[in-house]
């Protein structure tokens, strides 16, 4: 099986459907009032950790997300259905970064935990919502906010009550297969294991906690020796260390101090969580030197448990004492920190620039203003003034005046050509 702890996707919510312009046509009725309905809204993105996965493979084959868009309105007064919300499964342990700004968006610690990265457009209004004592013919209606697109950076750091430490080959995989249900693969040839893999391990009560074997360090694991120290990013939330150390090596001691001189090159924090250590493998260990290990360790003040992973030889006790200190030591105290996300919700896409493309033609350009363009019937004198109306407001016909714009000249808003006219009786609001 592969491994993947790091991912980029790119999210897309949904475009909000536009709202129409209709109007009642009943028999017997002259001139029925507006009818036209609202657009549905736009998908939102969210992302879900679950317990159901433990890699961020899916993502190497699927990178782009995308929430469906909301329907438009239709005639009768008849709304736009809302798209679906859509949801993007992760394991327990990812972290969200927004890839523009480097933020921390969402550190997921808990199963079906969520968070919300692209809100789907609002859909537009009908004209049903522009009638007023002033005009109970409304000719406009709004187009649909745009959706959110933004490209994210999921990285998982795993989540276990447990890390396993040690040398290639010391027995942590076979540890881990004993007590758990995990089944790892098992060998005698150093970096067997190459990516980690988590165990749950049940207590008599009934409860569970989670112990993760991850490729075992060597010394210079931090210049990159080995497979490097990168994986302690996977024990670094855990709440102890169980140190495995082989017995039937030639200096246990020594290596014990080897891996933990790599730790603490990595991380002072990780050098200095709780640390359990057994000294594995005393099935093949005569019993005088199993003696000689006992008393070398314990004149440096290390308390050992003494186990074999293959005959079961002092585990069930080294468990009992697992069980024991997850109930009492508290996870570490996370220093992620997650900063509010604004860009989630940000649908706002109303700047803009303008252009003069030649002596009498003008380009306008941005996203709202020709959303609503879109939705704009250029043989209606009414909706045309109403743009020219929202033009003013957002500051483009000022800025078409400041270069140069004369009555008469052509205004281009994406696929609409206008001609230009400013008349100071068109200034009244619709
Ligand atoms: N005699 C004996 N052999 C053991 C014991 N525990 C593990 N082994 C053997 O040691 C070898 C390595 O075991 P693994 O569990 O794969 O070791 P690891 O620490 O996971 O090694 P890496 O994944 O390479 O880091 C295998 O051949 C095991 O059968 C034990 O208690 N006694
Ligand atoms: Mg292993």
Redesign the pocket.
């Known amino acids: 099986m592969q491994f993947m702890d790091k991912a980029k996707i790119r999210i897309v919510s949904g475009r909000g459907g536009n709202g129409v312009v209709a109007w009642r046509r009943e028999k017997f009725v002259d001139k029925g009032g507006p009818a036209g309905g609202d657009g549905g809204n736009g998908g939102s993105v969210y992302i879900v950790a679950t317990e159901n996965m433990s890699t961020l493979m899916d993502f190497a084959y699927k990178t782009v997300y995308k929430a469906e868009n909301g329907e438009n309105g239709f005639k009768k007064s008849m709304h736009g259905k809302s798209a679906k919300d859509l949801f993007i499964n992760v394991p327990v342990g990812t972290i969200v970064k927004d890839l523009k700004t480097g933020n921390i968006i969402a550190d997921l610690t808990e199963h079906e935990q969520k968070v919300l990265v692209a809100k789907g457009g609002k859909g537009g209004r009908g004209n049903i919502h522009f009638c007023t004592p002033q005009n109970r013919a409304p000719q406009y209606c709004e187009p649909g906010e745009p959706g959110i697109e933004r490209e994210l950076q999921l990285e998982l750091k795993l989540i276990a009550d447990v890390g396993l430490l040690?040398f290639?080959?010391?027995?942590?995989?076979?540890f881990i297969s004993r007590v758990s249900s995990a089944k790892p693969k098992?060998?005698?040839y150093?970096?067997?294991?190459l990516i980690p893999n988590l165990g749950v391990v049940r207590k008599s009560n009934g409860d569970g906690f989670v112990i993760a074997d991850i490729?075992?360090l060597i010394e210079g694991a931090s210049e990159g020796v080995g497979l490097g120290h990168d994986f302690l990013r996977h024990v670094e939330r855990c709440r102890f260390l169980l140190h495995?150390v082989d017995g039937t090596e030639e200096n246990p001691l020594q290596n014990y101090k080897i891996i933990n001189n790599e730790l603490e090159k990595y991380s002072q924090k990780l050098a200095q969580l709780h640390q359990i250590t057994a000294i594995?493998?005393i099935?093949?260990i005569l019993p005088e030197r199993l003696e000689e290990i006992k008393q070398e360790f314990k004149n440096e003040g290390v308390n050992i448990y003494c186990i074999?992973?293959?005959t079961g030889a002092g585990v069930e006790e080294l468990k009992n004492e697992l069980s024991e200190k997850v109930d009492t030591i508290p996870k570490p105290v996370s220093d992620i920190v997650v900063e509010e996300d604004l860009a989630a919700t940000d649908n706002d896409d109303s700047y803009w620039e303008v252009r003069k493309l030649d002596k009498n033609t003008y380009l306008v350009d941005g996203g709202k203003i020709i959303r609503v363009s879109q939705v704009i019937n250029t043989r209606n004198t009414e909706q045309v003034i109403r743009l020219q109306n929202t033009m003013r407001a957002m500051g483009i016909i000022d800025e078409l005046k400041h270069i140069g714009i004369q009555n008469g000249d052509t205004v281009i808003i994406g696929k609409l050509e206008l001609e230009y006219w400013d008349d100071e009786m068109y200034k009244q609001e619709f």
């Open positions: 040690g290639p080959n010391a027995g942590k995989s076979t098992i060998a005698d150093p970096f067997t294991t490729p075992g495995i594995n493998k099935d093949a074999s992973a293959v």
